[in-house]
């Protein structure tokens, strides 16, 4: 285990920089500061949403593990050329969403976000891991970034829309469907 933070607070930021795992130095505005520091706001998003009262222990069991694995994914953002996530844990989202999507009726509709309290901060954190995905691209498009830290962001945003499903159905039975000819 690497070191303990001792002193929270070490003024080395407050000129515009941070440091990378390898201990260079990056304008706190890089592409790769950007990437990890949105992974680590899914991360929380998803932490909300367990937050949650009642939240089915599968879904529970299954988020803790993404949030595991998401700190690890920051680490590998912030560290150039280091390498954490890897084929299995896309395969294993996949087979997680597999799984949640088998009980769910089939979708014929959009809907929109909600369906109670869990279930829109899952759509909430399903938003961020699409930006997480976006700024995890823009990274790749000027540093080399292992292709399974994207993947692995568009498979959690696809299992965190169908978790989403499942909790507002837990939450109240339903989904709100989106009235594309409302008004009319």
Request: glycine share 10%.
């Amino acid at each position: 285990m690497g070191n303990r933070l001792s002193k929270i607070y070490t003024r080395t930021g407050d000129d515009g920089t941070t440091g990378l795992g390898d201990g260079s130095r990056v304008p706190k505005d890089s592409r790769r500061v950007e990437a990890y520091g949105t992974i680590d706001e899914l991360n929380s998003t998803i932490g909300v949403l367990l937050a949650v009262p009642g939240i089915p222990p599968a879904v529970s069991r299954c988020l803790t593990e993404v949030q595991h694995e998401l700190f690890d994914m920051g680490g590998e953002l912030c560290i150039p050329g280091h390498t954490a996530i890897r084929p299995a844990q896309i395969t294993r989202l996949e087979e997680e969403l597999d799984a949640f999507n088998e009980e769910l009726p089939a979708l014929k509709e959009f809907i929109l976000p909600g369906g109670g309290p869990a279930a829109a901060a899952c759509h909430l954190a399903r938003t961020v891991a699409r930006r997480a995905e976006r700024r995890v691209w823009t990274l790749a498009k000027a540093e080399p970034v292992s292709p399974d830290v994207p993947k692995y962001l568009n498979r959690l945003s696809d299992l965190l829309f169908v978790i989403a499903r499942v909790l507002a159905r837990h939450e109240r039975g339903t989904e709100v469907l989106w009235r594309h000819e409302r008004g009319k």
